[in-house]
């Protein structure tokens, strides 16, 4: 399962694979359609709306559209890497995947492959008359190509409106906070096996020495966890399991990976390892703090002095204050896992509360330090989920604001400027801190 999640964020995250699934339907359609072409010659009969010209008209024609297409083909792979050439410098190199995954881009690139392998494929089988040899012209075929050159005009124009909006900042912080969004709900609150009671987590920390440590294979990112196979591998009266890091951490070549108590057989051992994915890089597949760790690099890049854009800065707040707030309320799952009968079996590392919401504010508010609207949006935020958290999670929330409030003191000098960085974030929006200060 391990490896069938990392071969679909592989060929997602590929511009070729697409394009090679449509290059050979086309090639498919091309000798269906010849060979509907020679059965109507055959029979002597056409059809009202398919080519009539000659042998060397036909040629001409199917030329023509083969060179289209691969003018059109190069053009839009010059725009793609452009495009993430500028999304890349002033965005972020992490919002690269988001443009790479990009389906219309796929299809459309995919569109083009198809219309020119089409298109080849029908123009070899063209035959002009020789020595009382009718030939052949693929009438038919013809006119299939004529339809996708017209298909590929419009998916042409499209392309371009796609792409000038997907490169808005608002876009790419769109698609990063849905795609967020979606796994949050895959992880929260889906679990695998019962969480523990308190006590076992006492008991945990008690195991002693492990018995054998799995070292990882090769250097890369976590990226995915089977928990139930893991579980699985423990289905013995005295077997637990400890995985050291969590989902995104980087492990080095030879580093431990995972650690195992009680007996293990080789069978086991390799379950367990084959249960965990190491990648090159992180994806959102188990990783929800990616998602946020894309949002704030978005904005920390926004709120440097060669970029200036608090605009952008707040946008991206925007997102991680809705990832934030759906995060606030649901149960993020205990890093131990028991079986049926309450023993432990299995330690997971998670990103806990505090780390989400230190993720999501703290390099913003670090970076935005003396930018009103910055500020100000970072405690509506604060205020806003403050209000729907649980009493066990406000704690982090009111520190937070705390640093935020300290950072406006240190930046403003000015009684006037310091009320003003308290006030409203947006129309509607009231700080709390600002009212009693104007109390005072």
Known sequence: MVHLHALRERLRLSLWFLPAVFAVAAAGLAIAFVAIDRELTARSGSLFFTFGGTAEGARSVLSTIAQSMLTFTGLVFTITMLVLQLASSQLSPRVMRTFLRDRANQVVLGLFVATFVFTLLVLRDVRAPVDGDGG?????????????????????????????????????????????????????????????????????????????????????ILVTVDEESLLGSTRHDARRLEVLAAVGDFVPSGAPLMQLWGTWDRAAVDAARDAVGIGSERTLEQ???????????????????????????????????????????????????????????????????????????????????????????????????????PEDRLPVLRHELARLEAGVERSFADAGDRDAAFGPARRGWWSAAADERRER
């Open 136 to 220: 052949f012209v693929p009438a038919l075929s013809i006119w299939v190509a004529f339809t996708l050159l017209l298909a590929s005009v419009g998916a042409f124009i499209y392309y371009i409106d796609h792409m000038a909006h997907a490169i808005r900042a608002s876009t790419v912080l769109a698609n990063i906070a849905a795609e967020t969004a979606e796994t949050i709900e895959r992880l929260y609150p889906e679990r695998v096996g019962r969480e523990p009671e308190p006590d076992d987590v006492a008991t945990a920390r008690e195991l002693g020495p492990a018995s054998l440590t799995l070292k990882s294979e090769r250097a890369g």
């Open 287 to 389: 990783d929800a703090a990616f998602g946020l760790r894309q949002l704030v690099d978005v904005a920390v890049r926004a709120l440097s002095p060669g970029t200036n854009d608090p605009t952008t800065a707040v946008q991206s707040v925007d997102r991680i204050h809705d990832m934030l707030r759906r995060l606030a309320v649901r149960q993020i799952p205990s890093p131990y896992r028991v079986d049926e009968d309450g023993r432990l079996r299995l330690i997971l590392p998670r990103p806990s509360w505090e780390e989400y919401v230190h993720l999501g504010v703290d390099e913003i508010r670090i970076a935005g330090e003396g930018q009103l609207q910055v500020g100000r949006r970072l405690r509506q935020l604060l205020e806003d989920i403050a209000s729907v958290a």
